[in-house]
């Protein structure tokens, strides 16, 4: 090749400086609609710049050789001359100002990076906020039904410990250090004789009869932490005593220091009295026992001496000497008899019939039997039976005997006083399937000092000739072989009133039969 | 007299001492011709560098999309323009006047024979426009990318 023509660079010159205008400035043109879009991104408005630089540059370069061009075309060689080295030197400036937009990028960049950084970190921070107040707001509705739930069962709870400790028979109590009775229930006032409505405020001090027992309770307390079945004597109202059983627990602060006591006191007047029947039963059992043995001893010398005696009367007239003797000796020798067979009687030594008997017709019979000489004395007789009163399995004969010996006491004890009333009652307690026939006096009552000897065999309080004392021991035997009890108040309490009144009540207890054991039977 | 006011009596000699007598100072420099394509031969270097560090640092930062490729094409492009642009005039020193023959009009200027490695260099980097031209459309198609990035980003 011996030459290099330069008219194509002439040409792709001119057209390349056109197309550099064309794109640099459609490059500036997204540039500015970028920073248009999000003016506060650092990275679009470095491009923005970079783009800015780069147009005036292309602008600066491609006029200047477009004009260099049209300048030697045109034969203006010494034009061009002049303007050579001011093109030049424009196009040196943007370019050196373009490395330098380009250079600062690095600033540009990091900016954004620390923005995106900023960002980012605040966004998860914005995301972790709100996965937190999701968990809050998932927790707080959980607490809300979590509280609700505890609220009810803490109201259940509280309502049973309520329901226990106010329904409850015995009385339950809580104390403070210094003995002062917090709470008690109104089984707690009931058996001390308290108003229930309005209770007065009370102390240890105040129910305990005896201090030494309130010392007692207070140094096994402290000692061991709790008590239990301690028996001791409360005081009630009306300063009587009453002895109960009494467990109590020690409670403690925080500071693990004695704050008082939670106490359970059972009433032991029920028990006592059960175990004084209990004993006086076990008595009278073997009372009975030995009477038993007695009268059998008894029966047969005594026949022996009746035997002989009326042997003897044959040989003399009963107006001699002798003979009125004997018939002492014989009526005596009966007399003893009648009391060997009641000995026997309350031994339950001889026979009985079983029947269904209907307690009502006895008490008729007693009454009708009874009210003549009553009458005489002015007691009043009264009557309030039952009617449908389920029948009793028993020996009528003996009941009969049993209600004539304690109407017979009950007009003895009258006598003196010129009048009285006497209450014939029969009911039926469906709670224990009894009948209950009570025999009521208003008479002088029998002495608490007695009270437990009554129904000894030989006990009486009738003067000598009178009474052999059998008759309510007979009374205890019959009653105790038909499977029932008696029961003996004196004074009467009211049942309404609940007042308590002179006299004295019998109570028989014996076990009903019910409507269809007696059908099956018959 | 203190020190502060020897200080102030210097400060206002030493100006007036320059103007005056400029010759004895040298703070005045005279720039000769070739000055110019020094400066220009450097401001392709400190622009090809600035492009090196741009294309290293997005490629560096690894930004998702075209966009992003296309710039780094771009700065590769200007690159090769900036070497091809600095030859070129590093070129034209060696080249006589006597050796491009205008004598039938500047359209029919041509370098003649015989034709060397300079000479050949030389004409190359007068068609310079070959890489200029595609550098700029990359540019071009790398602002509209990004820009088209993120308006989808923005409608959804």
């Known amino acids: 090749m011996t030459y290099l023509p330069l008219s194509p660079a002439i040409i792709t010159d001119m057209i390349g400086s056109l197309c550099i205008i064309v794109l640099s400035f459609l490059a500036l043109r997204y540039a500015w609609l970028l920073i248009r879009k999000q003016p506060e991104n650092f990275l679009w408005g470095f491009l923005f710049y970079f783009c800015l630089t780069l147009a005036t540059f292309a602008i600066s370069r491609a006029t200047g050789h477009l004009l260099k061009h049209i300048l030697l075309f045109s034969g203006n060689q010494e034009a061009w001359r002049i303007i050579n080295p001011i093109s030049g030197g424009a196009n040196t400036l943007f370019m050196i100002s373009l490395a330098s937009v380009t250079i600062y990028y690095h600033k540009g960049i990091e900016g954004y990076q620390a923005i995106n950084r900023k960002a980012k970190s605040l966004k998860e921070a914005y995301d972790q906020l709100e996965i937190a107040a999701d968990q809050l707001q998932g927790m707080n509705l959980h607490l809300e039904e979590m509280v609700e739930e505890r609220t009810l069962e803490l109201s259940a709870s509280e309502k049973k410990f309520r329901n226990l400790f106010n329904n409850s028979k015995d009385m339950v109590f809580f104390s403070d250090a210094t003995n002062h009775l917090l709470t008690m229930n109104n089984a707690g006032f009931e058996m001390l004789g308290y108003p229930v409505e309005g209770p007065p405020d009370l102390n240890l001090v105040d129910i305990f009869k005896n201090e030494d027992e309130l010392e007692s309770y207070h140094n096994v307390l402290r000692s061991q932490g709790f008590i239990e079945d301690l028996e001791v004597e409360f005081a009630k109202m009306d300063g009587t005593g009453i002895s109960v059983l009494l467990s109590a627990t020690a409670t403690y602060d925080e500071n693990n220091k004695f704050s008082g006591c939670d106490a359970i006191v059972k009433d032991l007047t029920r028990i006592k009295t059960m175990m004084a029947q209990l004993a006086a039963s076990e008595k009278m059992a073997s009372v009975g026992q030995m009477a038993a043995g007695v009268a059998h001893e008894i029966n047969t010398p005594l026949g022996v001496i009746l035997g002989y005696a009326q042997l003897m009367m044959d040989d003399f007239s009963p107006e001699s000497e002798p003979g009125q003797n004997l018939a002492i000796i014989e009526r005596q020798t009966k007399a003893c008899r009648k009391i060997v067979a009641d000995l026997l009687k309350f031994s339950r030594q001889s026979e009985s019939a079983r029947e269904d008997v209907s307690i009502n017709e006895i008490l008729m019979d007693v009454i009708a039997v009874t009210q003549h000489s009553l009458n005489m004395d002015h007691i009043n007789v009264h009557q309030d039976f039952t009617q449908d009163l389920p029948p009793v399995v028993g020996d009528t004969e003996r009941l009969r005997q049993v209600f004539v010996n304690l109407v017979n006491n009950a007009h003895h004890a009258m006598e003196q006083q010129g009048s009285g009333d006497l209450t014939m009652i029969s009911r039926y307690d469906s709670t224990t399937n009894e009948v209950v026939a009570t025999v009521q006096d208003t008479g002088h009552g029998i002495p608490e000092k007695i009270r437990a000897r009554i129904f000894d065999p030989f006990f009486t309080t009738k003067s000598v000739g009178k009474g052999t004392g059998l008759g309510l021991s007979v009374s205890y035997g019959i009653i105790q072989d038909h499977g029932g009890r008696i029961e003996v108040e004196s004074p009467v309490t009211n049942k309404q009133s609940g007042e308590k009144a002179q006299g004295t009540a019998f109570h028989i207890k014996l076990p009903a039969v019910l409507a269809e054991a007696a059908s099956v039977r018959e | ?156």
């Open chain 2, 1 to 156: 007299m203190n020190i502060t006011r020897k200080f102030n009596i210097f400060a206002l000699l030493l100006p007036l001492a320059l103007l005056l007598a400029p010759n004895q100072a040298w703070a005045l420099q005279v720039h000769a011709p070739p000055e110019g394509i020094y400066i220009h031969q450097l401001a392709h270097l400190f622009f090809a560098a600035a492009l090196s560090y741009l294309f290293w640092d997005v490629r560096r930062s690894a930004f998702p999309g075209k966009g992003w490729r296309y710039l780094q094409i771009f700065c590769v492009l200007m690159i090769l323009w900036n070497i091809l642009a600095f030859s070129g005039h590093w070129l034209g020193f060696h080249i006589d006047n006597a050796d491009i023959i205008r004598s039938d009009g500047y359209f029919s200027s041509h370098i003649i024979g015989p034709i060397s490695a300079i000479k050949f260099i030389y004409f190359c980097a007068t068609l310079d426009h070959l890489l200029s031209v595609p550098a700029l459309l990359f540019l071009f198609l790398c602002m509209r990318s990004l820009y088209r990035s993120i308006d989808k980003e923005e409608k959804k």
